[in-house]
């Protein structure tokens, strides 16, 4: 069975920097489309980055420059490189991702890791 960890999540002060991982297992044969998607309280989930099979990404404009997305196809693993937090990045990210495994092509979601952004 297709499962997604997310780690790195914590507090930190504004302008600080973390780094999330996401670790694929359970019989991954590929990882299309990976995403991070964020959701705060009383909000709705949103997308913050998406990495493709080839590497393409895509930020929203209100990470655009401070968020970096990347993955190591040979780990499975999907990572989120957060610069430059502001307390408005206060939320759980989630990681997602569109993977072929051993029940065939599915959408997978890992349970979230909390980032804090405050002083």
């Known amino acids: 069975q297709v499962q997604l960890v997310e780690s790195g999540g914590g507090l930190v002060q504004p302008g600080g920097s973390l780094r999330l991982s996401c670790d694929a297992s359970?019989?991954?044969?590929?990882?299309?489309?990976m995403d991070w998607f964020r959701q705060a309280p009383g909000a709705q989930r949103e997308l913050v980055a998406r990495?493709?099979?080839?590497?393409?990404?895509e930020y929203p404009d209100s990470v655009k420059g401070r968020f970096t997305i990347s993955r190591d196809n040979a780990k499975n693993t999907v990572y989120l490189q957060m610069n430059n937090l502001k307390p408005e990045d206060t939320a759980v990210y989630y990681c997602?991702?569109?993977?072929?495994?051993?029940?065939?092509?599915?959408?997978?979601w890992g349970q979230g890791t909390q980032v804090t952004v405050s002083p």
């Open positions: 359970g019989g991954i044969r590929v990882m299309y489309f």
């Open positions: 997602h991702g569109d993977i072929l495994g051993p029940g065939g092509k599915n959408d997978y």
């Open positions: 990495i493709a099979a080839s590497g393409r990404t």
